[in-house]
């Protein structure tokens, strides 16, 4: 694997290549060696680690792509081991002295559905939660950004890492020839050696530019007792789900504040070691995808309110986008805060957990906070 500057990384990133930046790293993949799908995401976790062990002499020895909310034949699992990929350090220090990159203007912003839809939708999930016997579910709304020339994802990928310091900044081609890029905060799984990391995040409160109310959103957040429960489920789940796989897990005793610079939320660091080194980080993405931050729990229950309540497909948001190598090591970030581009048009996505005190006003404008991250860098105001 080829080493370049961030900085030089991300000027290189082109419609179609695959594009992470996080904390301490940087990686760009670009071109198709071998492509790998499958609708059902341990098979594809096989089939890649297969192909990254049997050797592959003239690529590097990686995968990167992206799990889909819910696998079909037109969402399947789809990763990719590139042609070519080159990995650097941080980007975020040297992007103090970029300017921002126009976008261009909209000829047409429509929410999906309407706002009064979303909010009956969320009145229609709390009663289904006492009838169904569920404990969360997460619904989601969308928003189509419409322009009259073609849109760059170049320029919407360099905004939305000069904006966001921290998480998980993406850029990643699907199979149906569209771009999912985003801002994620939420890392699903990371693997280094035994060394396995999951930060799970659910519990949100707008940020806000009057510090005084900012502090007031992050004290009511810590200090909600529905948003603890909300993050609670979540928390649970994810242990669970990891525990049979390590031999040692540490679960903090309650979440932390996180912020990023459209929200507060509540999350939690869950480290683990695992038993059998042999298991690769899109293994444990798939056995943890999707958790109760993007669906809700029970799991079948709750995706199978999620398809009667929305009016439109999640592709591959709310799924995972990440890296696997021959090692098995890998990070998969949560596939929130981001938007699917297309030729001339964008379609941002935002979701909100619901629980049984859940106001569907409330609800609908914490959707309209966390759509924030990507308008901001469209250069365009708050829903
Ligand atoms: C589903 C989304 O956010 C999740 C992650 C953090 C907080 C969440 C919440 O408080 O509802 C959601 O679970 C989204 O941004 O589309």
């Known amino acids: 694997m080829n080493t370049g500057s961030p900085a030089g990384l991300l000027s290189r990133y082109r419609r179609g290549d695959f594009f992470l930046a996080t904390a301490d790293r940087t990686l760009l993949a670009r071109g198709v060696h071998t492509a790998i799908t499958d609708v059902d995401e341990f098979a594809l976790a096989d089939r890649v680690g297969a192909t990254l062990r049997d050797g592959l002499a ?152 009057d510090p ?50 459209t929200m507060w939320h509540l999350g939690t660091t869950v480290t683990g070691e695992l038993s059998d080194p042999a298991v690769t980080a899109l293994h444990l993405a798939a056995a943890l995808h999707p958790t109760p931050a993007i669906c809700g729990t029970p799991t079948s229950s709750a995706r199978q309110l999620v398809t009667e309540l929305e009016t439109f497909d999640r592709g591959y948001y709310a799924g995972a986008v990440g890296w696997v190598d021959a090692k098995g090591d890998g990070e998969w970030a949560v596939s929130i805060r981001c938007a699917e581009v297309t030729e001339h048009s964008l379609r941002l996505y935002a979701g909100g957990g619901i629980m049984p005190e859940s106001d569907p006003r409330t609800e609908l404008e914490e959707t309209s906070a966390k759509f924030a991250t990507l308008l901001r860098a469209m250069g365009l105001p708050q829903e």
């Open 212 to 261: 005084d109310v900012d502090e007031r959103n992050a004290k009511a957040l810590l200090a909600s007792r529905k948003d603890h429960v909300e993050h609670g489920v979540l928390t649970e789940a994810v242990v669970e789900t990891l525990r049979p796989y390590c031999r040692r897990l540490h679960v903090p005793s309650g979440p932390s504040l996180v912020s990023t610079p």
């Open 58 to 209: 003239d690529a590097p020895r990686l995968a990167v792509g992206a799990l889909p909310f819910h696998s079909g034949p037109d969402t399947p699992g789809h990763l990719v081991v590139p042609a070519e990929a080159e990995v650097s350090g941080a980007v975020h220090p040297h992007t103090v002295a970029w300017s921002r990159r126009a976008v261009g203007n909209p000829v047409d912003v429509r929410p999906v559905p309407e706002p009064a839809r979303h909010v009956q939708a969320v009145a229609s999930a709390v009663d289904a939660l006492a009838a169904r016997d569920l404990r969360k579910v997460v619904l989601a709304r969308a928003l189509d950004v419409e322009f009259g020339e073609p849109v760059s994802p170049e320029a919407v990928l360099h905004n939305l890492v000069l904006d966001n310091d921290r998480g998980y900044t993406f850029a990643t081609g699907l199979p149906n020839g569209a771009t999912l890029l985003g801002a994620s905060p939420e890392l699903l799984l990371s693997r280094h050696g035994r060394t396995v990391v999951s930060h799970p995040h659910a519990g949100s409160a707008p940020r806000s530019p």
